[in-house]
């Protein structure tokens, strides 16, 4: 009787781990795996190539997304190995896809080898990547890429968080602490750009279901404003965002997120141009195809009262206090030099008076590509006493 219990349970540990292994799930790197719509992507089948790279089956991808056909992914880890092509940019996992104007991807930039720019997180979020709003050491990391070898990428995701491990590695290179997505799901893929490179060993393994998490509270502290009302997106060259707007009859409420930003992707579509329009157009202004939004907030202040107003942004800005214009700034790509990032940080400031009682603070956010946010924050004169008091909305002075 033992016997035969002992071999009950070996069996049943057996047939255990064969679950586990079958969860497991290697992807035959040929076409028939991938979704591609001859319809509209059927460029991206022609720039794909199979076939054998440094003695393996691999794919070849210049540029795009390859999602693997009938996958659906939440929780769990995909492994892929990649190799550089010379003078490739850009190569990586796409995780969570919804679509190509919405997905999750970390990617290696062989060019920036052993620079903190050679790995990096950005979510594509309503048409565009947002790289130039995801700078700290959560979006990136430093890594050697060697040219012509295979390098091993594992991503392992748990609800809004991922890390990348790279080799034999058990120490991630990459921790990404908030995916912007969120606790989403969606399908798997390969990504490159700008020549991508080669890829081989595709697998994945879903983790089991969970409930989804709840979403988190509106980012808050101290001098932030927070709370927002967002206008809709309207064509650069039909608005003049140097004029305060006469009407507007739609606004939506919208919040900021960690680090601090409103993150206006995440509401509206992208215009996503490339390439960058000319300097001298953006210097101009109203340039057709861009977009710009308004967004607005009201600032109770018990007295009047100076403050400095530091503002973050990414195309453009343009502030208005109580309907007055108070500031105005560029930081798009290339346009405060020619090799300027247009990276977003709390890089400008202006001194604002408060009026007693409501104030509106108005901004206009034009966007060309990279990532479309604001931030202001507002923080006492040094010598003048701080008077900022708290509120609901974190928003009484």
């Not at 794919?59 to 996958?71: A, E, F, Q, R, T």
């Not at 120490?171 to 020549?195: A, F, H, K, Q, Y």
């Amino acid at each position: 009787m033992f016997k035969f219990r002992a071999l009950i349970v070996v069996t049943l540990a057996g047939c255990f781990i064969s679950v586990l292994q079958a969860q497991h799930i290697p992807v035959h790197m040929s076409s028939e795996s991938f979704d591609i719509d001859d319809a509209r992507v059927g460029a991206s089948r022609s720039m794909a190539q199979f076939g054998v790279f440094l003695g393996r089956r691999a794919i070849y991808l210049p540029s795009g997304l390859l999602k693997v056909k009938g996958n659906q992914f939440h929780d769990g880890t995909v492994e892929v190995d990649v190799a550089s092509k010379p003078r490739g940019l850009f190569i990586g996992i796409a995780f969570r896809i919804e679509s190509e104007a919405n997905m999750e991807v970390i990617y290696l930039r062989p060019l920036a080898s052993d620079t903190v720019e050679a790995v990096q997180y950005t979510p594509r979020l309503n048409g565009d990547a947002i790289w130039q709003l995801l700078n700290s050491s959560h979006e990136k990391a430093s890594a050697h890429i060697p040219a012509g070898r295979w390098i091993h990428m594992k991503i392992v995701v748990r609800g809004r968080t991922c890390k990348l491990f790279l080799n034999a590695s058990n120490v991630p290179t990459l921790t990404v602490t908030n995916l912007r997505r969120g606790d989403s799901e969606g399908g798997i893929g390969l990504w490159s750009l700008g020549g991508g490179g080669y890829f081989s060993s595709l697998s994945y393994e879903p983790f089991p279901g969970r409930r989804p998490l709840p979403d988190p509270p509106p980012f808050q502290r101290p001098g932030l404003l927070s709370n927002w009302e967002l206008s809709p997106a309207f064509d650069a060259g039909d608005v003049d965002p140097s004029m305060y707007p006469a009407s507007i009859g739609q606004w939506q409420k919208v919040h900021a997120e960690e680090p601090g930003f409103v993150l206006i992707n995440r509401y509206r579509t992208s215009p996503a141009m490339f390439p960058m329009p000319p300097r001298e157009k953006m210097r101009i202004g109203r340039v057709k195809g861009a977009k710009v939004v308004f967004a607005r907030t009201n600032v109770f202040s018990a007295e009047g009262q100076e403050k400095i107003l530091k503002i973050g942004y990414s195309d453009d800005i343009v502030v208005y206090l109580n309907r007055k214009l108070i500031f105005s700034g560029k930081n798009a790509l290339s346009y405060r030099s020619n090799d300027s990032l247009g990276v977003f940080g709390l890089n400008d400031h202006t001194n604002v008076r408060l009026n007693p009682g409501n104030n509106e603070l108005l901004v206009a956010v034009t966007e060309y590509n990279g990532g479309w946010a604001f931030e202001c924050v507002l923080s006492s004169i040094r010598g003048l006493p701080n008077k900022i008091r708290g509120s609901i909305a974190g928003q009484v002075y």
